[in-house]
């Protein structure tokens, strides 16, 4: 379920029901069975409309720049969900938006990668083929399949489902390989 604007009420909705807590793993329970994998994008907060999305989740991205402020969120973040053990979701983040030129980018990843072993070892470098990808409303494997960022980006995802303990499986950007429209 990709992001949309017309979700921006959806914390207040869902803050107005007597049992939010769930609602959004209710929503997606009855689509498990259809689909390999579901990914629900939220914000990067903590609400309700989050709070969901943790009950409903079993991995968690989590893109982090390679600066001291991403690295205070994920602590923080890692904080909350120490709190809340109700939470049965695993966190996975990784490197975006990485300018390997720059020396802090290199040394923060170097000690992240070191010291929380969770942090992915693919990282997806800054790239204009990246910011366009919303242009063209499609997967970097689609739109510039032979750039270096879209080979990031199946790798990262090799390495998701190698997490989540599903080698072997063949990816592909779109089942009948067709863009989206």
């Known amino acids: 379920m990709p992001a949309d604007f017309s979700y921006r009420n959806l914390d207040q909705?869902?803050?107005?029901?007597?049992?939010?807590?769930g609602r959004l793993a209710e929503l997606v329970a009855p689509v498990r069975s259809e689909y390999d994998h579901v990914f629900l994008d939220c914000a990067p907060a903590i609400s309700i409309?989050?709070?969901?999305?943790?009950?409903?989740?079993?991995?968690?991205?989590?893109?982090?720049?390679?600066t001291f402020l991403s690295l205070r969120v994920y602590e923080r973040l890692k904080s909350w969900f120490a709190k809340h053990p109700?939470?049965?979701?695993?966190?996975?983040?990784?490197?975006?938006m990485v300018d390997r030129r720059r020396?802090?980018?290199?040394?923060?990843?170097?000690?992240?990668?070191?010291?929380?072993?969770?942090?992915?070892n693919t990282s997806i470098s800054y790239s204009a083929v990246v910011e366009r990808m919303g242009e063209f409303r499609?997967?970097?494997?689609?739109?510039?399949?032979?750039s270096e960022p879209s080979a990031s980006f199946v790798a990262l995802w090799r390495e998701v489902e190698a997490r989540m303990g599903q080698e072997n499986r063949e990816i592909t950007p779109f089942a009948d390989g067709n863009r989206p429209i």
Not at 13 to 21: T, V
Not at 49 to 66: C, G, H, K, T
């Open 13 to 21: 909705y869902l803050g107005r029901k007597k049992r939010w807590a």
């Open 49 to 66: 409309v989050s709070e969901n999305v943790f009950r409903a989740a079993d991995v968690l991205l989590i893109p982090m720049i390679p």
């Open 86 to 96: 109700e939470f049965q979701v695993r966190l996975l983040p990784f490197f975006s």
């Open 103 to 120: 020396r802090l980018h290199r040394d923060i990843m170097t000690g992240m990668l070191r010291d929380h072993p969770e942090v992915l």
């Open 138 to 146: 499609a997967p970097l494997p689609v739109c510039a399949p032979g």
